[in-house]
């Protein structure tokens, strides 16, 4: 089961997305619309992954889907709070050098200033 919570800060402006749980097959829809939620509201994200336990193939798509996206939209998007084992995954599968990864809430925005 997949939990997602937002926010919008103001000072500084950023859009925060908190996800958790586990997120697979019939439940990664819920992820891509959080996301284009988030796109759609901020041009800078943060996202929260500390309390995710386990990610599929199919959550994994939908993060490689919104990529271009991110790009050619120019929004600054960065996740953070990545367990060890969710960052291997995005790690083998090269995620970490197309997506901003950085180790907790402090160095995200920090680098989304």
């Known amino acids: ?6 926010h919008i800060n103001d000072e ?12 697979d097959a019939s439940s990664s829809i819920h992820l891509e619309e959080g996301l284009k939620n988030a796109m759609q509201a901020s041009k800078k ?4 992954l500390a309390e995710l336990e386990y990610i599929s193939s199919a959550g994994l798509g939908v993060f490689m889907s919104i990529i271009q996206e991110l790009d050619n939209q120019n929004i600054k998007f960065i996740i953070y709070g990545m367990a060890p084992k969710v960052y291997e995954v995005f790690e083998i599968l090269g995620l970490n050098q ?4 950085k ?5 995200a925005l920090e680098a989304i200033k």
Do not use: A, R
């Open 1 to 6: 089961m997949i939990k997602i919570d937002n």
């Open 12 to 23: 500084p402006e950023y859009y925060q997305l908190s996800v958790g749980g586990e997120i």
């Open 45 to 48: 994200i943060i996202v929260d």
């Open 98 to 101: 197309l997506i901003s990864i």
């Open 103 to 107: 180790k907790d809430k402090e160095e």
